[in-house]
């Protein structure tokens, strides 16, 4: 369980995440938070809210991740494609490789 959402109660940028200025540059109050708590993230990691909650900044529902695991656990199209495991007329998909190496989804019918 990972307990009750902390509100940033101050302002927020316009996809409602919590925002702070800190020396005249607006930064994410969730990212300011974890690096207050734990140090200085890479910049190729972005902050995952577990709960889901944009303007939450509560630690233990935040985790450092990269954006591709990020968008992957999300509820946005990309996040729901990703998990999907049957093409859209009930059929599994198998996984294959592409040309370029890269694996990628094709229905097993």
């Known amino acids: 369980m990972l307990g009750e959402c902390w509100i940033w109660p101050r302002g927020k940028n316009g996809k409602q995440y919590g925002a702070v200025m800190i020396d005249g540059v607006q930064r994410y109050a969730h990212r300011v938070v974890v690096e207050a708590l734990f140090g200085t993230i890479s910049k190729d990691l972005t902050i995952d809210h ?11 529902h935040l985790e450092a991740v990269t ?16 998990r999907r495991t049957t093409c859209p007329r009930g059929h599994a998909y198998d996984l294959v490789s ?6 990628t989804r094709r229905c097993s019918q």
């Open 50 to 60: 577990l709960c889901r909650v944009r303007s939450c900044v509560n630690p233990a």
């Open 67 to 82: 954006n591709r695991e990020n968008i992957t656990r999300g509820t946005g199209w990309s996040g729901q494609n990703v």
């Open 98 to 103: 592409s040309e370029r190496g890269r694996l």
